[in-house]
């Protein structure tokens, strides 16, 4: 039923795209305004338009819940208070009258405020899920209503009513089943009368409408998603940089700008730990061979990057850091082999604690990994493995990622750096320094 709806669709040759806004083009009423004249040129186009909280909203709401959670209701509720304030401003700031959007926004308000007044008796990554959802919707709420004022017509979708996930609060696995259902019967119909939906990234719902979380930086996956879904033309991601580039320019001056590169080389550059992409966006994209422009919305002629199924052309060294990085050294404690039942109880112990190695090495005795360093995960975790191992843990590293590279290119990067670990394929070399 909802394949032929979405092939019904298709049938009247209609080709979507999606656009992906996130929180730095959103982040002020003049940002909000130059969205108009982003738009205009796709006029007569089918858009999905994903948006993400505005600036560094969703940091103030994880403080919102941090405070919630440890009992001190009264910051919490000031905290809030604070996030309140700042997108009423946006109202008179965009001349929305009061009558208009307040309402609108006082539903969510009102949801989170109840919420605050409880005392917690589930675990926090549920209250996160159902307070930070909030800066989404907010955002999301305010952009549609104002464009809809400008004559930028356009219907706006809670995302929770489409998107749907288990209940891995912070890090919902998405029902793909369900959502493309949900898709058919309830953004195509939008479709159908508008030229324009805007919906929230990075947020969904349980079957039983409980509020999720995809992940930080989870927006550019529900881009990917829609897309996949909808088999959308090509998604845009508006970003406040021309485009991909080989390393992050506030690490590496010298940093240049990629005008193509392949779903391949994003995919490990993300993966990696390059900020340009939610990882697990390439995935739903690629298989579909739908493309990715990454552009500009503080100039939006400029071409941007794009990343696609073709090849790449020779791609410059590409650069990756990932700092704070905590290495494990896991020794048998008897001169044994470290293989079978400790190496399976290890890989229990680094999935049950949400752990990822970002590099691993194996030697005849000893076993290393190298993580993310989150405090209470590492101390969880380094308890767990004694059980098994002689452990080691060292905090305060960075791991280097450098792909393409050639000998002088390495030895400058490392030059003066202490490298207490590195491992190379012809094609990655990867580097773990002390800070
Ligand atoms: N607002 C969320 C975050 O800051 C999601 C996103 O921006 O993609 O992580
Ligand atoms: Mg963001």
Not at 273 to 282: D, F, L, N, R, S
Not at 336 to 339: Q, R, Y
């Given at each position: 039923m909802h394949r032929q709806n979405i092939s019904i669709y298709f049938e009247q040759n209609i080709r979507m795209k999606v656009f992906k806004f996130g929180g730095a083009s959103i982040n002020s009423a003049e940002r909000i305004k130059n969205l108009k004249p982003i738009l205009s040129?796709?006029?007569g186009d089918r858009l999905l338009i994903v948006i993400s909280a505005m600036g560094k909203v969703t940091n103030a709401l994880e403080e919102v819940v941090g405070a919630f959670f440890k009992g001190d209701k009264d910051i919490a509720l000031e905290l809030f208070q604070h996030i309140k304030q700042q997108h009423l401003s946006l109202l008179t700031e965009l001349n929305i009258p009061e009558a208009v959007a307040e309402v609108r926004l006082r539903d969510i308000f009102t949801e989170v405020e109840w919420l605050l007044h409880d005392k917690p008796v589930r675990d926090f990554n549920y209250y996160y899920d159902q307070v930070v959802c909030c800066g989404e919707l907010l955002s999301t709420l305010i952009v549609s209503i104002f464009l809809n004022q400008e004559g930028v017509d356009n219907g706006w979708i809670d995302v929770r009513d489409v998107l749907r996930t288990d209940?891995?609060?912070?890090?919902g696995v998405i029902d793909w089943n369900v959502t493309r259902q949900q898709t058919a019967q309830i953004i195509l119909p939008v479709l159908n009368e508008k030229e324009i939906v805007i919906t929230q990234g990075f947020i969904g719902s349980t079957d039983e409408n409980e509020s999720t979380t995809l992940?930080?930086?989870g927006s550019d996956y529900t881009a990917a998603v829609f897309a996949n879904i909808l088999q959308a033309r090509d998604v845009t991601i508006w970003k406040d940089v021309e485009g991909v580039m080989n390393a992050d320019p506030k690490e590496f001056p010298e940093a240049v700008f990629l005008s193509a590169l392949s779903y391949r080389e994003v995919i490990e550059m993300a993966y990696y730990?390059?900020?340009?992409?939610?990882?697990?966006?390439?995935k739903p994209l690629q298989n579909l061979d739908i493309p990715l422009y990454v552009k500009c919305f503080l100039d939006p002629q400029l071409p941007g990057s794009v990343i696609s199924g073709k090849g790449d052309e020779k791609l410059p060294p590409v650069v990756v850091y990932k700092r704070n990085q905590v290495l494990f050294t896991l020794s048998s404690r008897d001169f044994?082999?470290?293989?079978g039942e400790p190496v399976n109880a290890l890989h229990e112990i680094l999935k049950k604690i949400k752990i990822k190695p970002t590099l691993t090495q194996n030697a005849a005795i000893s076993l290393m990994f190298c993580a993310d360093h989150r405090p209470e995960k590492t101390s969880a975790a380094a308890a767990a493995l004694e059980e098994f191992f002689d452990v080691m843990v060292e905090t305060n590293l960075s791991l280097l990622t450098i792909r393409h590279y050639d000998g002088t290119f390495l030895s400058r990067l490392t030059k003066d750096k202490q490298v207490i670990l590195e491992q190379k394929t012809p094609e990655t070399v990867q580097l773990i320094m002390r800070d």
């Open positions: 040129p796709f006029r209940d891995t609060f912070r890090d992940g930080r930086e730990g390059a900020q340009v992409i939610h990882p697990k966006t390439i044994s082999f470290v293989e």
